[in-house]
Nanobody, 118 residues
C-alpha cells in the first residue's frame, strides 16, 4: 500500500508561482512512475506531467515550459513547480503513483486546490 498527501495549493494571481508537494509513504520502493493530474470544475481529470523511476520527466503541452516536476528520493516527495500561472490552470491537482508488486497498482492523493485569479 502507498499513501500520498498533497500540499501547497492556494490562491495566486495571474503570472504567479506555486509549488505543490506530494509526500509518499508505504511501499514506495516499488514505484514505477509518479505523476501530477488536475481536474477543473465540470471537466475530466487530465495529465499534467510525470517523473519516471530514472528521473525522466514528461509534460502535457499546456504546461510545458512553465511547470517543472522534481523528486527528492530521500524525503519520498515529488514536487510540482508552477510558474507563469494562468486562470486556466485553476483546478484540483492530484498526485498519482504507479507501483508494481504482483501486478500494477495505481494510487491517488486527496488533491489540493489551485486557483489563479485574472
Amino acid at each position: 500500500q502507498v499513501q500520498l498527501v498533497e500540499s501547497g495549493g492556494g490562491l495566486v494571481q495571474y503570472g504567479g508561482s506555486l509549488r505543490l508537494s506530494c509526500a509518499a509513504s508505504g511501499n514506495v520502493n516499488s514505484m514505477i512512475v509518479m505523476a501530477w493530474y488536475r481536474q477543473a470544475l465540470d471537466k475530466q481529470r487530465e495529465f499534467v506531467g510525470n517523473i519516471m523511476k530514472d528521473g525522466t520527466t514528461n509534460y502535457a503541452d499546456s504546461v510545458k515550459g512553465r511547470f517543472t516536476i522534481s523528486r527528492d528520493n530521500a524525503k519520498n516527495t515529488m514536487y510540482l513547480q508552477m510558474n507563469s500561472l494562468k486562470p486556466e490552470d485553476t483546478a484540483v491537482y492530484y498526485c498519482n503513483m504507479k507501483t508494481f508488486t504482483q501486478g500494477l497498482n495505481n494510487y491517488w492523493g486527496q488533491g489540493t486546490q489551485v486557483a489563479v485569479s485574472s
